[in-house]
């Protein structure tokens, strides 16, 4: 380790799905800022999101938990009031602490062991107050996009150009409030742990200026959709396949352009925090990560958005890490990870260890060989839903439904063809739904992570004596703090 302990900058977009990153394999849209990140670090080719949607993700983020544990099940639930978040943590141990952007917790204004929180909290909705929607209805007379969506005749997922220019436009705001911050801070001693949260490539699909035009005439993916889905996946996925009736073929692949001016868009914002970390001699000793909370569907499977849905487009996300004073460079991790392992890792990173109660998995170990993997399946949930994906196969599980999904990814990567009632793959579903059940209990369940009941390997070893420090949750209510 450092002597001199790093600062943590860890960078999240919105929505962003693994294929849409230069360093991923993409030779259409630029990310050149992302892709030299990767260069000079670890890019992961297997990263799966903990969930679905934003809030779940996020307080995952906070808490290195997932949400049947923290309590943020979907959006619009609470996290469990007595969880530690990653920034209390920094911030005890001497980091100086900072989120500027997007928490999305169902209490807004939250910011536990945050020194310094900058709120900007979506692109679509906002809740509460924040200073973007401010500036906004001061210089334009309106507080976020929507309302000129509506105005204009328009829907959330049509391709429009913003009509607040670049130098307003809310991704750019996040960054300059992050450079303004590491300004002022660059004569501060303490290590940084800056959250950088941004928005884009979130809808709606509103690319200021150039970047609207940014790919009008380049190639896009041909999205995938078999009309057969509509027979054999679930109806909450069906009843959705709408999106797909309602828009046609140029419209879709607009769709896609405009999504990649917004990835463009983020990378140039990756760029100018990089040249000031530069700038203020923090770079050299700055532990960078990137991730995103979850991905977008563009319509693949008939289907645009998120949440409903646990397809790759939607819960494969980019990963990058680059810390050249400690980690390997260039390298590219094809181990199974989840985004929210960035909790652990950075924890690690900063010299401390990492709580028992976590899940989320330090990923140091890993990216200098010293592990050859920390999993063999990835886990992603929503509400009572939650599915199970190996590199050869998926299961989704619909709790209290008769209907699920089970693809063969070997056979079939794109998951048009739902096996879930097929004939001949009652063992696969089955090998799956035990490895999900073993996972439910021993890998997350509060209790197990909290006891010492876990250190021996989940066997029952008779009644535990205490109660762990690092969690209140199952005090009486007498007891607690
Ligand atoms: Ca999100």
């Known amino acids: 380790m450092s002597k001199q302990r790093p ?4 960078i999240t977009d919105d929505q962003h799905r693994y294929d ?17 990140l990767a260069h000079e670090g670890v890019r992961f080719s297997n990263c799966f999101t903990v969930s679905p949607v934003c809030a779940s993700t996020r307080a995952s983020f906070l808490t290195g938990r997932y949400p049947h544990i923290h309590g943020e099940l979907s959006n619009g639930f609470s996290m469990a009031p007595e969880e530690k978040w990653w920034s209390e943590i920094l911030s005890e141990s001497g980091y100086l602490t ?9 209490r807004w204004d939250d910011d536990r ?3 310094y929180r900058y709120i900007v909290e979506g692109k679509d909705f906002l809740k509460g107050d924040d200073e973007y929607a401010k500036v906004c209805e001061e210089k334009y007379g309106y507080r976020r996009p929507r309302v000129k969506y509506g105005e204009r005749g328009l829907n959330m997922w049509d391709p429009m150009p913003s ?36 928005l884009s490539p979130h809808h709606p699909l509103d690319p200021p200026g150039e970047y609207f035009d940014m790919y009008a005439d380049k190639p896009v993916p041909q999205h995938v959709f078999d009309p057969s889905e509509r027979e054999t996946k679930p109806e909450t996925q069906s009843k959705f396949m709408w999106f797909w009736d309602r828009s046609n073929e140029e419209e879709r692949q607009r769709a896609w352009r405009s999504y990649y001016g917004l990835v463009t868009l983020i990378d140039d914002q990756v ?18 990560v990137f991730t995103s909370d979850h991905g977008e569907m563009l319509y693949d499977h008939g289907l645009f958005d998120k949440a409903f849905a646990f397809y790759d487009p939607v819960i494969h996300v980019p990963a990058i890490v680059r810390w050249p004073e400690e980690l390997p460079k260039g390298r590219t991790c094809e181990s199974f990870v989840q985004n929210y392992d960035i909790v652990a890792t950075t924890i690690a990173a900063a010299g401390l260890d990492v709580p028992e109660h976590m899940s989320s998995k330090n990923l140091i170990p890993l990216i200098t060989g010293d592990e050859p993997k920390i999993r ?3 886990v992603t949930e929503h509400f009572n839903i939650r599915s199970i994906r190996t590199f050869d196969a998926k299961l989704v599980f619909y709790a209290n439904r008769s209907y699920g999904e089970l693809y063969d990814l070997k056979n079939d990567p794109n998951e048009l063809k739902n096996l879930w009632s097929e004939p001949g793959y009652d063992s696969l579903k089955n090998e799956l739904m035990k490895k999900l059940l073993d996972w439910s209990i021993f890998a997350t369940d509060r209790r197990f992570r909290e006891r010492e009941v876990v250190t021996n390997k989940g066997e029952y070893t008779g009644y535990l004596k205490s109660y762990p420090d690092t969690s209140e949750h199952y005090l009486p209510k007498s007891k607690r703090q």
């Open 98 to 106: 900072a989120c500027i952007g997007k928490l999305h917790l169902e």
């Open 20 to 36: 849409s990153l230069g360093c991923n394999g993409n030779n259409v849209v630029r990310t050149p800022n992302l892709d030299n």
């Open 113 to 115: 062991g945050f020194d």
């Open 163 to 198: 009509e607040v220019p670049y130098d307003d436009y809310i991704d750019k705001f996040i960054a300059d409030r992050a450079l303004g911050f590491l300004d002022e801070t660059k004569d501060d001693k303490r290590p940084l742990a800056l959250h950088v949260s941004l």
């Open 7 to 10: 600062n943590i900058i860890w």
């Open 376 to 378: 063999d399946f990835v």
């Open 271 to 288: 760029g100018r925090i990089v040249h000031k970390l530069k700038e203020v001699g923090r770079y050299d000793n700055s532990l960078i």
